[in-house]
């Protein structure tokens, strides 16, 4: 089925940067939303960034300015680009892809990462 397959985490320090990948296979609908969402210990699952297959974007307030989302819709792939990381972002940041179910109208497929850690150092 879908698989989406995380890279780019690691330790960074404070005001660093990192680019995080994620690929995504199988039988993805080309009309879709990827994305990223990130989980830190203690906290509820939040959305970062996500863009449309058409473009459109959604980032989170805490991170505009900072991050980056781009995709390539060929290759099913969305990148996070970071910079001036905070300790703040520390998270696990997991991909997300969102498509229509094209057999039962007004049904998503919501498919996700294994989440790849980001730790920042202050």
């Known amino acids: 089925q879908v698989q989406l397959v995380e890279s780019g985490g690691g330790l960074v320090q404070a005001g660093g940067s990192l680019r995080l990948s994620c690929v995504g296979s199988?039988?993805?609908?080309?009309?879709?939303?990827m994305g990223w969402y990130r989980q830190a210990p203690g906290k509820q699952r939040e959305l970062v960034a996500d863009?449309?297959?058409?473009?459109?974007?959604n980032y989170a307030d805490s991170v505009k300015g900072r991050f980056t989302i781009s995709r390539d819709n060929a290759k099913n792939t969305v990148y996070l680009q970071m910079n001036n990381l905070k300790p703040e972002d520390t998270a696990v940041y997991y991909c997300n892809i969102k498509f229509r179910r094209l057999e039962i109208p007004g049904a998503w497929y919501d498919y996700w990462g294994q989440g790849t850690q980001v730790t920042v150092s202050s």
């Open positions: 199988g039988s993805i609908f080309s009309i879709n939303r």
């Open positions: 863009m449309s297959s058409g473009g459109s974007t």
